[in-house]
């Protein structure tokens, strides 16, 4: 899996080569539920701050694409994801 950081600093791409858009999915879902779980504490007081929330929007190579569809394609399917309540993983539309 490679990061990418992507837009202004709060969106980022994980790049899954020869991986499904199904198995995309899962591995979304398992991150976002892995952070999730975490607390944000303030390192100095230790004090919990609340926790962190992920929305996902995955998009899978077609053949033909540039790197421009395939972002717009995750890039919308993010928005449906912030659009049903955030804090979710949402699979691009066919």
Known sequence: ?????????????????????????TVAE????????RSLKNTE??????????SIGVSTYRQGDNAHKLIFRADQ???????????RSVPEND
């Open 30 to 37: 398992t991150v976002r539920e892995s952070i999730s779980k």
């Open 1 to 25: 899996m490679t990061w990418w950081r992507a837009g202004g600093g709060d969106e980022f791409a994980a790049i899954l080569p020869n991986t499904s858009l199904e198995n995309a999915l």
């Open 45 to 54: 007081t230790g004090e919990t701050m609340g926790k962190l929330s992920l």
């Open 77 to 87: 399917a993010l928005y449906e994801a912030k659009r049903l309540g955030r804090n």
